[in-house]
C-alpha cells in the first residue's frame, strides 16, 4: 500500500525539519480536494485525479496513486463516474497505515 522507500527517499531529500510540514500541506490538500468530489463536481474530476495521483506517488501511497490513476484515465476518457468508495477507502487504509511510521520504520517494528 505504501512505498516505505519512497518515503524515506522523501525524508532524505526533504530533511527532517521540512518533511513533516510537507506531509501535513499533502494531507491537508487531500481532505480538500476528497470532499470536492464528494460532492460529485465532475468538471473537476480530471485535475483533482491528476494533482491527486502525483501527490501520492511522490509520497509513496502507491495504492492510492493507482486508484487516483484510474479516475484520472476515466474522467480523461469521459466517463464521470468512478468507485468513490474504493478511493475514500483506500485513503482511509493509507492515511492509517502512514500514521504508524515513526522515523523510517512502522511504529512496533523493531
Not at 485525479?49 to 509520497?59: E, Q, T
Request: negative net charge.
Amino acid at each position: 500500500m505504501i512505498d516505505w522507500k519512497r518515503v524515506n527517499e522523501l525524508r532524505a531529500e526533504l530533511g527532517d525539519d521540512d518533511f513533516a510540514p510537507v506531509v501535513e500541506l499533502f494531507l491537508d490538500e487531500i481532505e480538500g480536494i476528497v470532499m470536492r468530489l464528494t460532492h460529485g463536481d465532475a468538471e473537476r474530476l480530471e485535475n483533482d485525479m491528476h494533482f491527486l495521483k502525483g501527490s501520492a506517488a511522490n509520497l509513496g501511497f502507491t495504492a492510492f496513486a493507482q486508484i487516483c490513476q484510474q479516475g484520472e484515465i476515466g474522467a480523461r476518457d469521459g466517463h464521470d463516474a468512478f468507485d468513490l468508495a474504493t478511493l475514500l477507502d483506500c485513503y482511509a487504509a493509507t492515511k492509517k497505515e502512514f500514521s504508524g511510521w515513526n522515523g523510517g520504520r512502522k511504529s512496533g517494528a523493531a
